[in-house]
């Protein structure tokens, strides 16, 4: 059935929006500084182009340098695209075959709204990890414990006491 949903969205809407904002994407590229929003144009390209299967997850890491590109996205992108997203979704919504794609388009909002911050996962991996987490089967694993541990020191490690003291 995603299939389906992803294959009617992509003839009717999806490939001129990933169209638009590639380009999009590519003319903010033109500017080095700007390249991180070119990065979200695009992201939101591959999102546009197949949503079904697809979700929006928050990246744990993301921090203030991601508000404040979101605050920046928002007032220069974000408002207008949201806007296009849910027009679009009321005209989709008038046909029954259009009440998917008004869905999609609902999805579409909230990362045209805050880009940064956020990754595109499929929802298979989402729901299993939400089971596995209810179940209790969710096992936390440090990083540290999966580094392989280190005998011999690098040319960056600080010097030892014993090393101090020695004299060339």
């Not at 979700?55 to 296009?84: D, E, H, R, Y």
């Amino acid at each position: 059935m995603r299939t389906i949903l992803n294959i009617i969205w992509l003839v009717l809407a999806g490939f001129w929006l990933a169209i638009l904002y590639t380009l999009a994407g590519m003319i903010v590229c033109i500017f080095i500084v700007t390249i991180p929003w070119g990065l979200q144009a695009f992201k939101l390209a591959s999102f546009s182009l197949w949503p079904f299967g697809r979700t929006l997850v928050k990246k744990p890491g993301a921090g203030a340098a991601s508000v404040l590109g979101n605050v920046i996205w928002l007032v220069f992108a974000g408002w207008w695209l949201a806007i296009g997203h849910l027009v679009t979704a009321l005209a989709q919504a008038i046909t029954i075959i259009g009440l998917p794609l008004a869905a999609a388009n609902v999805k579409l909002i909230p990362v045209a709204l805050w880009p940064f911050g956020r990754e595109i996962v499929r929802t298979a991996d989402v729901t299993s990890a939400l089971a596995s987490h209810r179940e209790g089967q969710v096992e936390i694993v440090s990083i540290d414990a999966a580094l392989p541990s280190r005998t011999e020191p690098t040319a960056i490690d600080p010097p030892t006491e014993r090393q101090r003291h020695i004299e060339p």
